[in-house]
């Protein structure tokens, strides 16, 4: 299939790290935040999303920090494995309007 | 699996020909977007529709169309193709009504080749 990210920055990490993607967003009315992941000839998956009243989240090994002082996100990814080789992007949106906007995507390369 | 579906997965059009994408929502999903995805990019925001109608449109010219039907299904018309429109074409449901933001599930895209 057709490559995602060709040339996005790569996260180099070994089976079992945890990973780290950070993320800086646009628009400080944004009250939405989503981090997608996407394989190769796929469209984007839902990980997990955070509101702007809070500043963690976490799911099944992942955890999604918010600093809204600094516009910043980032992901969290415990134990990192093979299968989590992805283009991950994060996305906002505000006021209850769904348009998303995506940031420029990170390449998470995972070797064993 | 988000339950999102898109048609076709492949279309190779020629410039100044028409195309029309299908994507049929999540069952329940009242919300539809689109989205164009160039390779190496972030998706970018189309258009969306709820309950049928229009609501609300990114930088996209009006050669850019869409309809949502009764059963949420969709499509996206593109006229007067360009070399430029070959992206990765995705649609994403949600369920809206909520004072907030909902959750968007992607489809798995059509791939757009203009020659």
């Known amino acids: 299939g057709e490559s995602v990210g060709l040339h996005l920055p790569t996260l180099s990490v070994q089976e079992g790290d945890n990973s780290i993607i950070n993320c800086a967003y646009s628009?400080?009315?944004?009250?939405?935040f989503i981090w997608y992941k996407q394989e190769s000839g796929k469209g984007p998956q839902f990980i997990i999303d955070?509101?702007?009243?809070?500043d963690k989240r976490q799911g099944q090994r992942v955890t999604v920090l918010l600093n809204k002082t600094v516009k910043h996100l980032s992901l969290q990814i415990a134990a990192t494995q093979p299968g989590d080789s992805a283009v991950y992007f994060c996305?906002?949106?505000?006021?209850?309007?769904?348009?998303?906007?995506f940031g420029a995507g990170t390449r998470l390369a995972v070797h064993p | 699996e988000t339950g999102v579906t898109q048609s076709p997965t492949h279309l190779i059009k020629t410039r100044g020909q028409q195309v029309t994408l299908r994507c049929s929502s999540q069952?329940?999903?009242?919300?539809v977007s689109w989205y164009q995805q160039a390779l190496g990019q972030g998706p970018q925001f189309i258009f969306q529709?709820?309950?049928?109608?229009?609501?609300g449109r990114g930088n996209f010219p009006p050669r850019f169309s869409g309809l949502q039907f009764p059963n949420y299904s969709s499509e996206l018309n593109v006229n007067a193709l360009e070399l430029d429109d070959s992206a990765l074409y995705l649609c994403?449901?949600?369920?809206?009504?909520?004072?907030?933001?909902?959750?968007?599930?992607f489809g798995p895209g059509t791939r757009l080749t203009v020659l």
């Open positions: 994403a449901s949600s369920l809206s009504g909520s004072p907030y933001s909902d959750t968007q599930y």
């Open positions: 069952s329940g999903h009242n919300t």
């Open positions: 529709y709820y309950r049928e109608e229009e609501n």
């Open positions: 628009n400080s009315a944004s009250d939405y």
């Open positions: 996305a906002e949106t505000s006021g209850g309007y769904n348009k998303l906007i």
């Open positions: 955070i509101r702007s009243n809070m």
